[in-house]
């Protein structure tokens, strides 16, 4: 008898957590552990690949791009200890996607609530930036979570590379794409990205754009708080729509 999906998913991300395919990657998480910032000299940090985490049973996964050298590669989880997670999770409680909008530790009582928070890649880039090698090396992961992900609707790419990532996986995971958009459903081309836009893929699955609130995006302007609480609203009603 196969183990419970929401077992498999947990199993998924333990495993995730040992991988060391990334060669670069593996050195920087490690070495941005040992050696840390000034301000957490205090902190262990977890320089490891950085789990997806939330609710099993979420109607909403996000992809965001990869952890923050002393954000989610220092606390272990995603989004966590960074100004990039402030914005998340504060748009996330606003819209009742989590439990409290800040975000500061694994034992900070955060529960993400019809939600689940992955990413393109899992272990933190030196200067936020991926080799495509190290995007291919961690598709199998996401191509692996999303059908342990039963209640799964909306998909949110936060940013273009998070886009790119998922489309490819779709490309390349049979399966994944069997589950996304159907069985002999041949995968269209890449949508055009764009903040706010929210695109049907299948009967199950539509798929969201952001940009990701880096604060490159944040302090620009180019992402502004009611840019983003207007997409999750949004995202809910369009949750909502489908009941
Ligand atoms: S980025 Fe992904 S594939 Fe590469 S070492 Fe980290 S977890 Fe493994």
């Not at 402030?86 to 694994?106: C, E, I, M, V």
């Not at 190290?134 to 199998?140: D, G, K, Q």
């Not at 081309?189 to 764009?194: D, L, S, T, V, Y």
Request: hydrophobic share 40%; proline share 7%; aromatic share 8%.
């Amino acid at each position: 008898m196969s183990k419970p999906l929401a077992k498999q998913l947990a199993d998924l991300q333990d495993y995730t957590t040992q991988c060391t395919r990334c060669p670069r990657l593996v050195d920087w998480r490690q070495d941005v552990a040992r050696t840390k910032r000034k301000q957490f000299m205090d902190d262990d940090y977890w320089g490891k690949p950085v789990p997806a985490w939330g609710d099993p049973s979420a109607e909403l996964v996000i992809i965001g791009l990869a952890p923050a050298a002393h954000g989610a590669n220092r606390t272990g989880r995603m989004f966590t200890g960074d100004r990039s997670g402030d914005w998340l999770y504060r748009a996330l409680h606003k819209a009742g996607f989590a439990n409290q909008p800040t975000s500061t530790g694994k034992d900070d009582g955060l529960v993400l609530q019809n939600c689940w928070i992955s990413a393109a890649a899992r272990c933190a880039p030196p200067l936020n930036k991926l080799t495509a090698d190290e995007l291919a090396n961690c598709r199998s992961y996401l191509a692996e979570e999303i059908p342990l992900l039963p209640k799964a609707k909306v998909i949110l790419c936060l940013g273009g590379v998070a886009l790119t990532a998922l489309w490819n996986t779709l490309k390349h995971h049979d399966t994944l794409r069997a589950h996304v958009l159907g069985a002999d459903v041949a995968l269209p081309k890449k949508p055009a990205f764009g903040h706010g836009i929210l695109t049907p893929l299948s009967q199950q699955f539509t798929l969201a754009l952001s940009y990701h609130p880096s604060q490159q995006n944040t302090f620009t302007k180019r992402l502004t708080e009611p840019m983003f609480d207007k997409l999750f609203t949004d995202i809910n009603a369009h949750l909502r729509q489908r009941v």
